[in-house]
Structures are given as C-alpha cells and as structure tokens.
T-cell receptor
Framework: DTAVSQTPKYLVTQMGNDKSIKCEQN?????MYWYKQDSKKFLKIMFS???????INETVPNRFSPKSPDKAHLNLHINSLELGDSAVYFC?????????????FGPGTRLTVT | GQNIDQPTEMTATEGAIVQINCTYQTSGFNGLFWYQQHAGEAPTFLSYNVLDGLEEKGRFSSFLSRSKGYSYLLLKELQMKDSASYLC?????????????FGAGTQVVVTP
C-alpha cells in the first residue's frame, strides 16, 4: 500500500518542452506539498495546497503551475523546461499544518533536462 | 531569512554512537523535525521536538534547546543500514501553513 505515490519516477526531456508530474496520496490528508531537491541536496518548498486551496507559493518561476483536482491529488506542470530545472521533485502530504504534523514524502521524480 | 546549519558528513563505525548537530536562526520557532533520507529515496520522519529536552525513540534520540537555537540527533548502536542523509527541518512561527525550512543534510557513513 503506497501512501504517497508519484509518476513518473524518472523524466528525461529536452529544453523548451512542457511536462507534468502527478502525485496521489491515500492517507486521507488535507495538505499536500511540492518540494525541489537540487544537486546539493537542499530540499526547498515550492507549493502547498490545503483542501484544494493554494496556501504556500514560494518564489518559483511562473513556468511552474500546480493543480489540485481534489484533496488526494496534486500535480505539477512545468512549461518551457530549462537546464536549471533538473532536480528531484518530491511530493508530500500531512494531516494538518501545525504542531507535530509530520510530512510523508513520495518516492520522488528525477527530472533531467538536456 | 532562515538559516539552518548542520555538518556535511560524518563517519562512524558500526556499533558506535554518532551525534548530528543542527543550529538554526529563524523568525520565531514552532517545532523542529529530523528526517532520514537514504540515497535515491524519499525522506522519512524520525523525530519532532517543540519543547526543550530529549525525546527518545529506540536507538534514535533528539534533543532541543530553544534558547540556543540548537538540536542534535543521536544515533546509538549504529548499523550499516543507518548510512543515510539526516535532514534537520525547522518550522518558524512566522511561517504559516506547515512550511518547513530544511538544512542541507548530514551524510552519515557507517563503516564495518
């Protein structure tokens, strides 16, 4: 039983292309997140949704557009891919947004832009 | 801005103890998390501290001093499978909606 799943696991594409990454959680959580982990292993928050509403929107190029069709899904669409977008993208979810609400991470999507 | 510092790498022998320090400077404080991340895998939750003191969970313990902006993760009776990156993450009180700021992680290498 996978708690937080992402597809695809690997994505290799050329500069200028548009791609999407999908995330689903079966934990019944209210909040979902997108993180980017670069080559230096820094994990940085990009977006967060709570009950389908955008609640965190970090300084991310507007080529990145998240979409939450329902509480269990959070997708990430990236337009006009650039070399610097190469990274591992992690989806995560949590029951709430306070206290000790731990975040559960998906397996990650390794994006390589050539 | 937020600043979270942890050593880049630590090496220890199987069966030994390793202490990973984390110092933070944030706008207020509302909890600190430790996560473990094996190479090529997702981070997994290890511990949470919001009050000063030690939280023990099996072979792993985490300590917090809010006045010093300091935490450590203690790994006892090291096993080869403990070789991983350990991420310190802080929730600042000025950050709403569960936002976590992560450190760069400490790579722990366990040798036989």
């Amino acid at each position: 039983d996978t708690a937080v799943s992402q597809t695809p696991k690997y994505l290799v594409t050329q500069m200028g292309n548009d791609k999407s990454i999908k995330c689903e959680q079966n934990l019944g959580h209210d909040t979902m997140y997108w993180y980017k982990q670069d080559s230096k292993k820094f994990l940085k928050i990009m977006f967060s949704y709570n009950n389908k509403e955008l609640i965190i929107n970090e300084t991310v190029p507007n080529r990145f557009s998240p979409k939450s069709p329902d509480k269990a899904h959070l997708n990430l669409h990236i337009n006009s891919l650039e070399l610097g977008d190469s990274a591992v993208y992690f989806c995560a979810s949590s029951q709430g947004t306070g206290g000790r609400d731990e975040q559960y991470f998906g397996p990650g999507t390794r994006l390589t832009v050539t | 801005g937020q600043n979270i510092d942890q050593p880049t790498e630590m090496t220890a022998t199987e069966g030994a103890i390793v202490q990973i320090n984390c110092t933070y400077q944030t706008s207020g404080f509302n909890g600190l998390f430790w996560y473990q991340q094996h190479a090529g895998e997702a981070p997994t939750f290890l511990s949470y501290n919001v009050l000063d003191g030690l939280e023990e969970k099996g072979r792993f313990s985490s300590f917090l001093s809010r006045s010093k902006g300091y935490s450590y993760l203690l790994l006892k009776e090291l096993q080869m499978k403990d070789s991983a990156s350990y991420l310190c993450a802080v929730r600042a009180s000025t950050d709403s909606w569960g936002k976590l700021q992560f450190g760069a992680g400490t790579q722990v290498v366990v040798t036989p």
